[in-house]
């Protein structure tokens, strides 16, 4: 048995996802491949902490002047409340926040009794925020001051150290206490430290997104299945958030079968478009691919742009949720997948007809939509009766407690249960008797009741006559007449 090779990845060269995912990659014919066996390098403080050459490290110099004014402005609310952060510890007095909203806010002297005062506000069609108002005198003492500054937050202790993260792993909470003592002559808790060590790691050393293609999917996809794709994207669970986005297939038994998945922080334009370019080059170029996926307004921009050549459709059932969502009526089920499901246009204009008739604004939605992007009968490509998306919701089944897992965990456990999955449809299909699997045979034997009550007759090799009537029921005298292309 061949191992699945992982085609391609994509981390950030200092991610920090457990220390599991290595930066060994080597290039062989089929994509990249990626060693999980190389662990990236981490280098421990040592005893002594910081030493003065850290302090260059530093996110801002201990020397930066630090004031505000009246009219002062700021590139939006949280920089204003950084810098007076900044000013009240380098100025020893504490604030309490009197006033805020996303618009504005006030802050006034811990002091009741004491005048300053500051309030800023939102500027008129921008997020640029500005001092309106400020009392800079103090009428209070100093005998209610703490060792434990106030506004010295787990946030302001993690700007001292970000970019010292960035370059070297292993802080511990006691030397950002010792940072803080050193420069701002402020004693911090040892929780404090820890949620600052957390903010400033979570910040610099956090997992960005990670494409994995397994080798043989990717081949099996190009060679032997049909040239369908649904693609869809589901949230993660737990403590590590993300969305999972997955391309999937079906295979010759109609089962699902897993192409590709990718990992990103959200659903977004950006992210979208990552993962089908990824998957674009992974797939090559597939004359009459077809990509099926929901309305979602980052696959409706990015889906055309990445695969040009391909068709995209949109999936059926998600149409109807939103037809339910918008008119609140579900009386014209029926007749909507009828529409949806035939490949005649003269059904499909009868059932529209029925739709039009009950509700004229749903048909005109409809066809505002594209009755190309939905309807069989429409459809430039083809798609094999494949209508929704549904077969990503089995997926998300699949590895529905996996999404709760970090994401080197949430990537093993993907790969092991694409593995079992395989070896149990191997053992299967070794008992197949006959060219066909046991579901396209199911799908002739269904048809040939049907097939007796109608003629066909010869155009071509590929083009045939046929005169009868479909219908389970076969009325005298009442028949269809119409072509039917095999190319």
């Not at 993260?165 to 820890?194: C, E, F, H, T």
């Not at 068709?311 to 579900?330: E, M, P, Q, S, W």
């Not at 204009?349 to 505002?368: Q, T």
């Amino acid at each position: 048995m061949v191992t699945p090779s992982l085609t391609r990845v994509d981390l950030p060269s200092t991610s920090n996802i457990g220390n599991m995912i290595g930066s060994d990659i080597s290039l062989p014919e089929q994509g990249r491949l990626l060693d999980f066996t190389t662990r990236l390098p981490i280098v421990p403080f040592d005893d002594a902490g910081f030493t003065n050459a850290d302090l260059s490290l530093y996110s801002c110099s201990v020397d930066d002047p630090i004031d505000i004014a009246i009219n002062q402005t700021f590139e939006d609310k949280s920089r204003c409340q950084y810098i007076l952060r900044q000013f009240t510890i380098r100025n020893n007095f504490q604030y309490k926040v009197f006033y805020s909203t996303k618009k504005k806010f006030t802050v006034a002297c811990m002091e009741d009794k004491c005048e300053w005062r500051v309030h800023a506000s939102r500027m008129n069609g921008a997020g640029i925020f500005k001092i309106k108002t400020y009392k800079e005198k103090h009428t209070c003492g100093m005998s209610w001051m703490k060792s434990d500054h106030r506004q010295a937050s787990s946030k302001l202790a993690s700007e001292l150290v970000v970019n010292r993260i960035k370059q070297r792993m292993g802080l511990r909470p006691k030397d950002i206490i010792v940072a803080m003592q050193d420069k701002y002559n402020i004693v911090i808790s040892y929780n404090k430290a820890w949620r600052a060590k957390e903010i400033a790691i979570d910040r610099t050393m956090r997992f960005e997104r990670c494409f994995v293609a397994l080798g043989q999917c990717v081949r099996s996809f190009q060679t032997s299945l049909r040239r369908v794709l649904a693609v869809d994207g589901t949230h993660l669970k737990g403590k590590y958030k993300g969305i999972l986005f997955v391309a999937t297939a079906l295979d010759g038994d109609n089962h699902i079968f897993p192409v590709a998945f990718s990992i990103g922080e959200s659903e977004n334009s950006n992210n979208w478009n990552w993962f089908l370019t990824y998957l674009n080059d992974s797939l090559g170029n597939l004359p009459g691919l077809v990509i099926i996926s929901d309305r979602h307004k980052s696959l409706i921009k990015e889906v055309p742009q990445v695969f040009q050549a391909s068709i995209h459709g949109y999936c059926a059932y998600h149409i109807y949720r939103n037809l339910v969502d918008t008119f609140k009526d579900k009386s014209l089920e029926i007749y909507y997948w009828q529409a949806v499901k035939t490949c005649r246009r003269a059904d499909f204009d009868k059932f529209m007809h029925h739709i039009e008739l009950a509700n004229p604004l749903v048909h005109a939605w409809l066809r505002e939509i594209g009755y190309e992007k939905w309807a069989s009968s429409h459809f430039p490509g083809k798609r094999f009766n494949l209508v929704t998306t549904n077969i990503i919701e089995c997926i998300n089944a699949l590895f529905k407690e996996a999404r709760k897992y970090p994401v080197t965990m949430l990537i093993e456990t993907v790969r092991l249960k694409i593995q079992e999955m395989f070896c149990k449809r191997r053992e299967s299909a070794s008992s197949f008797v006959g060219p066909l699997t046991p579901w396209a045979e199911k799908q002739i034997k269904d048809l040939i009741p049907k097939a007796r009550d109608v003629c066909c007759h010869a155009i071509s090799r590929d083009e045939y006559y046929i005169v009868g009537d479909y219908n389970d029921t076969v009325k005298p005298m009442s028949f269809h007449v119409h072509v039917v292309s095999l190319k």
